[in-house]
């Protein structure tokens, strides 16, 4: 069975940095690109990174450009999202998303991990 | 970069209705269009790949279809366990977009 488990969330002042961290299981992990999406709350998705199987590719949203790096460890099946100088807008629930070999579907989701940026 | 748009933002309907849920993009993107099913509290769920590919397991109430830069997610017979909120979403390499979304509640 396809898992996701993000972690790492919590609590942050504006300006800090946060890492998340999403365990893979189930799956042969480094077949697959993966991503990062998030949901502000009462909010809709929005993308926020994406990552290549072999990590030559690396794509990210206007938003968090140049503050949040993307990263993997296929020896650990593992995916990261660095998140630098945060702001209140980067409060949300970031998921982990796995997609099909085919394209950018979001077949897999995990459960999330929640990030608050508050003083 | 773009951008996705849905409407309507939300709707009411009575079990057994047929709904409607468009979506539309500001340039032409194929068929590069997937649907997906929120529910309060979970992760969100494929339903639609690709314009009108239904994810294994869905039930064929669920259909899509559309290309370019206009696409419709239709359910035949809304059933109480479609309640929930409905995202489009469409990608280019590894770049994607989510649609707003659109709540869907039984009158």
């Known amino acids: 069975e396809v898992q996701l488990v993000e972690s790492g969330g919590g609590l942050v002042q504006p300006g800090r940095s946060l890492r998340l961290s999403c365990a893979a299981s189930?799956?042969?992990?480094?077949?697959?690109?993966m991503h990062w999406v998030r949901q502000a709350p009462g909010k809709g998705l929005e993308w926020v990174s994406g990552?290549?199987?072999?990590?030559?590719?690396?794509v990210y949203a206007d938003s968090v450009k140049g503050r949040f790096t993307i990263s993997r460890d296929n020896g650990m099946n593992s995916l990261y999202l660095q998140m630098n100088r945060l702001t209140a807008e980067d409060t949300a629930l970031y998921f982990c998303?796995?997609?099909?070999?085919?394209?950018?579907?979001?077949?897999?989701w995990g459960q999330g991990t929640l990030v608050t940026v508050s003083s | 970069d773009i951008q996705m748009t849905q409407s309507p933002s939300s709707l009411s309907a009575s079990v057994g209705d047929r709904v409607t849920i468009t979506c539309q993009a500001s340039?032409?993107?194929?068929?590069?269009l997937n649907w997906y099913q929120q529910k309060p509290g979970l992760a969100p769920k494929l339903l639609i790949y690709?314009?009108?590919r239904l994810e294994t397991g869905v039930p064929s109430r669920f259909s899509g279809s559309g290309s370019g830069t206009d696409f419709t997610l239709t359910i035949s017979s809304l059933q109480p366990e479609d309640i929930a909120t409905y995202f489009c979403?469409?990608?280019?390499?590894?770049?994607?977009?989510f649609g707003p979304g659109t709540k869907v509640d039984i009158k």
């Open positions: 979403q469409q990608y280019d390499h590894l770049l994607a977009t």
């Open positions: 690709d314009g009108s």
């Open positions: 998303a796995r997609v099909t070999i085919f394209g950018t579907i979001f077949e897999k």
């Open positions: 189930g799956f042969t992990f480094d077949d697959y690109a």
């Open positions: 990552i290549s199987w072999d990590s030559s590719t690396r």
């Open positions: 340039q032409d993107i194929s068929n590069y």
